[in-house]
């Protein structure tokens, strides 16, 4: 399987809008076509081959070396293939995706996967806030996919979140699943204050005990089949996935927020 | 052609493009999967008079539903998508909702998609929730003993409806008993249904009526209580005949049904007081497809 290796030589001043450079625009191009690519950083554009090492042959895989906090906007808007970034990686990390594979073996800034269609994005470190939440101005977050974040995620994890699966390996902040519209988010280790908070619709499942706001309704203990389901789905995505898998069905619902007449569901595991 | 004692009539069986659709219902136990199937797929003998015709496919072991519970796969068949969207809804909502513990999913991938859950979900007054996992949506829709799980479509396969074979036997005993060793054997077959009461139609019909309003009517012909008047089909030995019918998601399917139910058939034979199988027709003129008994059982 072909691919091409985009090695960053030093980590750049200012920030970097990568979005260019994903599997599918780089298809059949040239390193030296690749290296042309103008990548807007603040005021000024800089042609890719100012800041990567280019080598490989261009096809459905797109491996990012030596990466830092310094390139946004990696994997935006993709569609299709492979996108393997080592490092770190800074904000909007696969904003918009629409299909395809991102992995990154480092962590993410904020706003990671707002956007986001379809696809796989799995991050093996921390990511920043807002993870598939909406931009300001935006109605709604994350549109649909799969993410997965190994480590914490900060705070307003899948504010506005319309559709989807996140996963959340570590703790989350603050504000988890705040406005969520539906989709699901499961964290397996501890939230911060007020999750669920504005929440209308969806489904937030925790693995242990969490501070609540009061206006959501306790509507007792329950074995729900459909985290059968979904225990399978993700059983059938990846090894990531299946590892955050319900391991039984029976769980303690709590419906809201219910001031503002929301239905959302924050599941805990009992 | 004759085996073990049985003529087999050079004849075939004419049979029609249906369209059908596979559903997986699933419960806490067989039990209860096999109470919300069967009502699901009562009173759907014949499309004429029922709108669809159905039948339980198989049991299923939990490692092949989709919720991990043991279930009943069941097909269903109607004339066009049109109406088995309508009959889907109509007996899902009715029978299978209505059931303690079940679930429902859809059975095959067809390109044409009908609505399983799609509209059944508002029976939850808006508390019920849409899921979507990987391309599967499926709606939890609240009821008394939990929640109703229903996957939101199911896709629909062109199919054939009609494919049959005629046992001609010495006493409705005999021919009976034939029957049930023949549906017995089809029924461990994928892909098709018997969908008359036991897998046997003892009403076999023609077309038409002397009475105008009536489009079929019985098959005298083949009424044994009519031997001596009219065009009899039967022979004076023949006390009774029973006819079974086969719906198959493909012509194989039906093909191979066939078969086996013949060949148990045969396998009592003449000593079971069997005579002979034929099959029923019209001419060749209304059906698409032709199961022809002698090429089948060559």
Redesign the interface.
Known sequence: MSQVVLTLRASPAIVVDCSPLTPDRLAGKSAATIAAIELQSGNRRLPAGDLFDITGESGDTLVIRNACNKLDRIGAGMNGGTLEVEGDVGAFLGAGLVSGTIRVSGGAGAFAATGMVAGTLHVRGNVGDFLGAAIAGDKQGMLGGLVVVDGDAGDRVGDHLRRGIILVGGNAGDYCASRMLAGTIAVRGRVGALPGYAMKRGTLLLAGAAELPTTFNDCGTHELMFLRLFARHLAGVDAAAASFAPHGERVRRFVGDRANGGLGEILITV | MIINGVTIDETFAEAFGMRATRLIITAANLRWANHAANAATGFATSVIGCGAEAGIERELSPDET????PGVSVLLFAVSGKELAKQVERRVGQCVLTSPTS?VFSGCDGEEKIALGKNLRYFGD??Q??????S?R?W?VPVMD??F?CEETTGVVKAVGGGNFLVLAASQMQALLACEAAVEAMRKLPGVVMPFPGGVVRSGSKVGSKYKALSASTNDAFCPTLRGIGNSELSPETGAVLEIVIDGITEADIRQAMRVGMQAVCAIGAAGGIQRITAGNYGGKLGKYHFHLREILA
């Open positions: 989709p919720d991990g519970r679930a808006g508390y929730i849409s899921k979507l996992f990987g599967r499926y939890r939990g929640e799980i």
